[in-house]
């Protein structure tokens, strides 16, 4: 059973930092991506960072580049997001989520409908 858990959430002031964790474990597939999705209350889920395990490659969403890191522990099954000067609109939960047909080549990273597989969510909050 896929499973994947979200760790690391919380309040923090303006500018402030916070880094998410995503462990996972369960895959059936060498091959996969994960990525960090984010929705805020009356708005709909926006992909923030992506990153393929086995090829290293990364993307992020417009409004996070310059702030937000992805990395992945393949040895530790965790892919982390830090995020650093964080902002108010940057609110909402935070979930990971698994896509195993990009190792496949049946997947772009940033296809968001590909990603089957998801954690429950972290809630992050900015204070202004």
């Known amino acids: 059973e896929v499973q994947l858990v979200e760790s690391g959430g919380g309040l923090v002031q303006a500018g402030g930092s916070l880094r998410l964790s995503c462990a996972f474990s369960g895959f059936t597939f060498d091959d996969y991506a994960i990525g960090w999705f984010r929705q805020a209350p009356g708005k709909e889920r926006e992909g923030v960072s992506f990153i393929g395990r086995g090829d290293g490659i990364t993307s992020y969403a417009d409004s996070v580049k310059g702030r937000f890191t992805i990395s992945s522990d393949n040895a530790k099954n965790t892919v982390y997001l830090q995020m650093n000067s964080l902002k108010p609109e940057d609110t909402a939960v935070y979930y990971c989520?698994?896509?195993?047909?990009?190792?496949?080549?049946?997947?772009?990273?940033?296809?968001?409908?590909?990603?089957?597989?998801w954690g429950q969510g972290t809630q992050v909050t900015v204070s202004s």
């Open positions: 989520a698994a896509n195993g047909l990009y190792g496949l080549g049946f997947s772009r990273l940033t296809d968001a409908e590909k990603y089957a597989y």
